[in-house]
C-alpha cells in the first residue's frame, strides 16, 4: 500500500469509529496502521511512557542480571521478561493488563530463548557448524512453539555478532567468525521464529542482537571497548543485521560495546540513520539488560536522566529493565528535551509489534499438559539431528573411527563422559538435566550389550585433583580403546565469560597424556562453547571430534558417529588457532604487505592455525571434479554460473558442504583474502555425484561497501575458489 492510499484506508477506519462509537484498535478487521493511530490518539502520555518500559518478572535466573522480583506490575506495561515461563500466571497477568489498565493494551513476554527453551538444542555456534539451514529454522520454530505454550510471545534471539576473539564467552552464541554464515543462519533463525505471519498461532518475535560489532570486544572482555572503523562496520559487522531486517526481523537489541567512542546504546548512526532510515525498520530496538544507566559508566552521561535521553533520541525505543524512560521521561518532555511526536512515534513502533504478533486479538496463551508443551517427539528428533550435523571431525588418523568390530572393550572416560548439564551449554536456563542423554548413554545404547563400556570420569574440569588418574589408567588397560571426553563447563560460556586461554585446564591435558602412556589408541571428543587450543592434545588423539555442546540429545549421535552408523558432516564455523597468543585468526583477514606464509609470522609459534574456518571431515572421500563457467568474462547486470561436481567415491553415504569463496586481487580498498559468498550441502550416496551450481551476481557477490556503506562494484579480475580451485573471472 503506498502512502497516499493508507492514508485514506486510515481516515476510512476513523470515520467509521466516529460513526460506530466503534473503537477501531479493538478492531481485528481493521489495517494495523489505523489500529495504532487510534490507540494512540486515546493514550494519555503516562500510558504511552509506560509502554516504553519493560520490567522483570518472576525468578531472574540469568546470573548476570540480577534483579528485583517484580510481584505487582502497574496494568499498561510495554513489556516484561517472563523467566517463569508459566502460561497460567502470564494470563493472570495478562489479565489484569487488559482489564485493569484503561486501555487494555496487552503485554509483550520476552525471554531468551537462545538455543531452545525446554528441548535444548546445541549451541548457535554449533548450529552454524551444521551448515544447515532447513534445520535450524525448523529448531527456531519448534522452540517457538514451545515458547508461546509456556507464554512466551518475543525472544531475544538470534545473535549474529561476528566473532572475531574466542576468548569471548559469547562466540558460543552466535554463528561464528563470518558475515556471511551470520547472515544466513540469523535469517534461517528469525524465519523459524517467525513464521510465515508473526499472527500464526505458533510464531514469536525474533530480536536481532546485539546491534553492532559487540563481536570484536577488546581483548575478548565482555563489555568492553569496540574499536570498528566505519569500514569495517560495514563489511564485518552489518551484513548480518541487514540480512535480518529485509528478512524481517520484528525488534533488535542494541549492544552493550563501545563503537570507536559512540556506545551502540546511543549510536545515532547505526540505531537511526541507518536502521530506521535507510534500511526501513519499522519495529523498535530494545536496549540490552541495564545498558541504559551503565552509559554513565561508559562516560557518555552525566545522569541517568540524561542517559535515558540520549538512548531514546538516538533510537532505543524500549528501556529493558532500568526504568529510566518511566522515571524521567514526563519531566524530559515538560522540559520540551522530548517531543511528543518521538514518543508517539516511539510506541506506534512497540504497538506495530503488539499488533502484528495478534496480541490484542488474542492476548492469551492456551493452556496445554505440560506433557504436550515440552520435549515432543519431532523437536527431541530435530535436537538430535543438529547435534548430529554440528559434530565436527577434526582429526581421522589411520582411520581409526569409525571403530573397528573388533573393538570390543571401550574405555569411556573424562569430565564430559556422564555430564548431563554442562553439555546443554550456556543460555539453557529451562533445560533440565534430566532430559538430557549423557554420552556414556549414547554408547551403551550404541553399542549393546556385546561391547564393555568401561567408565571412569578421570578428573574434574578444573583444579588439581589426580586422584581420579589411575582408575582412568585401569579402564584404558582393560579396554581396546580409549575415547576421552574433555571440555568446558557452561558457565565458561555465554555473558560474562571470557577466559583469558582457550585451552583446557592443565588437569584435562594432563589425564590424556597419562593414558596415552597406556599405548592405547586415543579419540579425543571436546565439549566447548569456543575454539579450544590443543596445540599439546592434538599430537596425542588417533582422532578428534568437536561435539559442542550439544544440548538434550548429543550421546546418540556422538556414539552413532564413533560406531560409523552415522557419517559426520560438520565443518567448523570457526577457526581453531593453534594457541591463544594466534588470537585474532580468522580466514576472511585482509591481505598484508608480507604474506605470513613468507615473512610477518611468529617466531615461537607457527602462525598457521591448527583447524581454519571450513575444516572438517568425512568417512567418505569427496572428490571435486574440475569447476566449470558459463563464461569467464560478464558485465554488470549479468550473471555467471560457476558448477562443480563432487563424487562421493567411497562407500559410505555422505553429506558434503561446499564452500564458495570471491576473492578480489585489486580494489580500491584491499579487500580480505577471501570472502565466503554462498554454501551448499547436500548428501550423496556412496558411488554417486552431484553438481553443485553457484550463480554469481556482480552486484551482489562481487562488489564491497565503502564506509558509508555504499556498495562499490569495480571492474577487474576477481576469483572464485572452491575446495582447493582457484578460478580467474573477469568483469568488465
Ligand atoms: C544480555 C542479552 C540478554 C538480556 C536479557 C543481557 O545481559 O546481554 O543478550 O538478551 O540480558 O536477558
Known sequence: MNRRTNLVVITFFLSLNILFGQEVYKNKKAPIESRIKDLIKKMSLNEKILQLNQFTFGINNNPNNIGEEITSLPPGIGSVIYFTGDPVLRNKLQKKAIE????????LFGFDIIHGLRTVYPISLGQASSWNLELVKLNCAAAAKESVLSGIDWTFSPMVDVARDPRWGRVAEGYGEDPYVNAMFGVASIKGYQGENLSDPFSIAACLKHYVGYGLSEGGRDYTYTNISRQSLWETYMLPYEAGVKAGAATLMSGFNDISGVP?????????????????????????????EQLLNQGVAKDKKEAGLKAFNAGVEMDMKDGIYLKYFKELVEEKKISVAKIDEAVSRILRVKFRL????????????????????????????????????????????????????IALIGPIANDKENIMGAWSFNGKATDVESIFEGFKSEFGSGTQINYAKGCDFDGTDESKFSEAITAANNSDVVVVCLGELKTWSGENASRSSIALPAIQEKLVMELKKTGKPIILILSSGRPLELVRLEPLADAIIEIWQPGIAGGTPLAGIVSGRINPSGKLAITFPLTTGQIPTYYSMRQSSRPFDKQGHYQDIPTEPLYWFGHGLSYTNFE?????????????????????????????SGKETVLWYVSDPVATISRPIKELKFFE?????????????????PVRDLSYPDENGNQILEAGLFYIHVNDQKIEIELL
Open 358 to 409: 495478534g496480541l490484542f486479538d488474542e492476548p492469551y496463551t492456551i493452556i496445554v499438559d505440560e506433557k504436550d508443551r515440552y520435549l515432543q517427539k519431532q523437536s527431541k528428533s530435530l535436537a538430535q539431528n543438529l547435534a548430529e550435523e554440528s559434530m565436527v571431525l577434526l582429526k581421522n588418523k589411520n582411520t581409526i573411527l569409525p571403530l573397528r568390530p573388533s573393538v570390543k572393550k
Open 264 to 292: 551502540a546504546t546511543i549510536n545515532q548512526y547505526t540505531l537511526t540513520d541507518v536502521l530506521k532510515k535507510r534500511w526501513g525498520h519499522d519495529g523498535f530496538v530494545v536496549s540490552d539488560w541495564n545498558a541504559i
Open 100 to 107: 485493569e489498565s484503561r486501555l487494555g493494551i496487552p503485554i
Open 681 to 697: 550441502k547436500k548428501e550423496i550416496k556412496g558411488g554417486e555425484e552431484y553438481e553443485f551450481i553457484f550463480e554469481i551476481d
Open 624 to 652: 571435486y571434479g574440475k569447476a566449470k563457467l558459463s563464461t569467464t568474462k560478464l558485465k554488470k547486470g549479468e550473471k555467471l554460473k560457476v558448477s562443480v561436481v563432487v563424487k562421493n567415491s567411497g562407500e559410505f
